[in-house]
């Protein structure tokens, strides 16, 4: 779930046309194709600030081969249903990425190396949330718990929901296609292991281990 009222406000404007188009024209195919190019518009504007943003945080910390690995992964969950082409260019010192779409959009960028691998911080304006835990269990097992974090403008149920939408896209997209073609589990232990860094952030979450630990009951000291 974003923090960013930018698609609540989008979300308000198709509500509006809705109501709007059959009064502005009384040919309601006409409207619905209004609606349409007006949706799909949206639908671009936003993937477009999406992937700059991406090109704009990302960690790179160098052009070897795990961390070229890692960015291209990052964007095939990001971006599942597109093409994802990365050149490193060693002597610019930076990764060119590109990700052609299945309707025909098409992205391209450069993404810098970072000496100290962090990325660019927020935007002049852009109001920079701090992460707060968020242990998780599962049902069957209470006592196994992972160690995550939240924004702290997100409830736990509504954190809940973005780590189960983060978890169903994973699974959805290459990446995790091919690993379950390898025989990989579809499970939580693996999905936590496996996904980017990168995709947990949009949702407003945090992986701080990777590999889960049972709690330690603490026992009163004898005597």
């Not at 947990?200 to 979450?205: F, H, S």
């Amino acid at each position: 779930m974003k923090s960013s009222s930018k698609p609540d406000t989008e979300a308000q404007l198709l509500d509006l046309l809705k109501q709007v188009l059959p009064k502005a024209t009384p040919d309601p195919r006409l409207a619905g194709k209004i609606y349409e190019a007006v949706e799909h518009e949206l639908k671009t504007q936003a993937r477009a600030t999406a992937f700059a943003k991406f090109c704009r945080r990302v960690p790179l910390p160098d052009l070897e081969a795990k961390s070229v690995a890692d960015v291209r992964d990052q964007l095939h969950a990001s971006f599942r249903d597109g093409d994802v082409t990365v050149k490193p260019d060693r002597k610019a010192k930076l990764l060119a990425v590109e990700v052609a779409l299945a309707d025909g959009q098409q992205f391209s960028g450069e993404i810098p190396v970072r000496a100290n691998g962090a990325a660019e911080p927020e935007e002049d304006g852009e109001l920079a949330l701090k992460f707060v835990p968020f242990p998780v269990c599962l049902p069957g097992d209470p006592e196994l718990v992972w160690l995550l974090a939240k924004h702290e403008n997100l409830t736990g149920d509504e954190a809940a929901m973005a780590l189960a939408k983060a978890e169903e896209d994973f699974w959805a997209s290459k990446t995790g296609q091919k690993l379950l073609r390898d025989r990989v589990e579809r499970s939580f232990p693996e999905f936590i292991a496996r996904v980017p860094a990168g995709v947990l952030r949009d949702a407003g979450l945090r992986r701080h281990y990777k590999e889960p630990e049972p709690i330690q009951t603490l026992r009163p000291p004898v005597g």
